[in-house]
DNA sequence: TCGCTCATGTAATGGGTTACATGATTCA
DNA sequence: TGAATCATGTAACCCATTACATGAGCGA
């Protein structure tokens, strides 16, 4: 799947694993993460795949960058995944609820210390969402206006990331509530 | 981290690996899932760590059972997670928001349809967590009324997940109408 | 001078899925 | 008769993280 996302910046316009790195960060992080080293495994296996090519590119002073390009076979293979449908849905893994789930033995302060946490975390990433994302595509637009026609795509996923970091905060707040009122 | 949730559902009572995996398909699956083949090579590394031990239980007609019970050992290990403070917001992987992202040269229609299949399924996923997983709880607690004053804290993560659901299901129509309407 | 950014990669390990193998009982 | 439930496990593989290794330039 990480495929597929770097396969997608690379439409865009050809750059190197330190590059997709940073677009990752900058943008589908929150739905799609990967660590630089899965990048660039990841990249040499779609080489050898022939969906994509590479080339060196020296610089001067700093390290020489290795730059890849899409193939036909590649965006042939991206456009086949795009109208293949989805029939499953996102999976979830969320430590917190685990601790809540089992959470009664431990009585209700140690429940309460790890809600408390998260809501700050929460917090902070829901002012991310509304404050930094949006600055940062304008920042994208200005450098590299041929992008401006994705951007209404990458909206709509913002605004599911902004919805769901305000039910995040909501169900932490209330369930910090619940249990301080009527929990023993 | 799958360790854990064994741990917690192996101190409400001794039971199988198959047992363990009927519980967590009825209540955790939503935020923590497993396979079986992972459920019992999981509990086999945790007998070799000293954090349960097991017997077999002989049955007429049907297959053996392998029992597992926690150890102190395992009990320790079991609270001492739960006290440590988790300072990392849950890693979130959904391939439909790549899909959207990455959905500008497909055109609106691709993206149309995978939206509309995923809110088929949104839809069907918000109505086990109002009607089903309450029904279950119920059931659990008629046969074991025990577990009964744990039934608060699982109550919290049903919650979360219906808000959860809830929200997928508006973003989904929200966005299919902004789709259908505004882009060309 | 210390840490950050730029830049690429490999090796070991851990977590998880898929496929394979077995076999009796029960219900439609 | 065929599928589902009960019941356990192993082996191969894939995806992902952590740790290791290298090294120049730049700003505080």
Same mark, same amino acid.
């Given at each position: ?60 002073? +700093? ?9 036909? =076979? ?6 086949? $995944? @795009?109208?293949? *449908? ?65 951007? +209404? ?9 902004? =919805? ?6 909501? $169900? @932490?707040?209330? *369930? ?9």
């Amino acid at each position: 799947m990480l495929k597929y996302v770097l396969l997608g910046f690379l439409n865009y316009q050809p750059m190197s694993g330190y590059d997709l790195s940073t677009w990752m960060e900058a943008s589908t992080d929150n739905f799609w993460h990967a660590k630089l080293s899965q990048i660039y495994t990841t990249l040499k296996k779609l080489e050898k795949e022939g969906l994509v090519v590479s080339h060196i590119e020296p610089q001067e002073g +700093r390290p020489d960058r290795r730059v890849y390009t899409v193939t036909k =076979a590649g965006q042939a293979d991206f456009n086949g $995944w @795009l109208q293949t *449908t989805l029939t499953e849905m996102p999976v979830k893994k969320d430590e917190l609820l685990v601790k809540v789930f089992f959470g009664f033995p431990a009585g209700k302060e140690i429940i309460l210390t790890q809600l408390r946490l998260q809501l700050d975390l929460h917090r902070r990433k829901l002012a991310q969402y509304q404050a930094e994302t949006p600055e940062m595509v304008q920042h994208i637009v200005d450098k590299m206006p041929d992008i401006a026609p994705h951007t +209404r795509y990458w909206e709509l996923t913002r605004q599911f990331g902004e =919805a769901y970091e305000k039910l995040y905060v909501d $169900w @932490l707040e209330n *369930t910090i509530a619940i249990i301080e009122n009527d929990f023993e």
